[in-house]
């Protein structure tokens, strides 16, 4: 019975299973992220709106 190869090398799958989690967790981040700005834009932007029809019914004849 032949024992596996132990050169030292890492196993070429676990390589590209690791670059996956990786490149995923940089993917994921990077969205969240665009998540917080679209949120942060949305808030901003009815809380403008919001104003705005306040003046023009305390300003309306």
Do not use: C, T
Request: net charge negative.
């Amino acid at each position: 019975m032949s024992s596996p190869d132990h050169s030292g090398l890492p196993d070429p799958l676990d390589v590209l299973q690791q670059e996956y989690d990786d490149r995923r967790r940089a993917e994921e981040k990077r969205g969240e992220r665009y998540m917080w700005w679209y949120l942060g834009y949305f808030l901003f932007g009815i809380h403008i709106v919001a104003f705005v029809m306040i003046f023009a019914i305390k300003h309306a004849n």
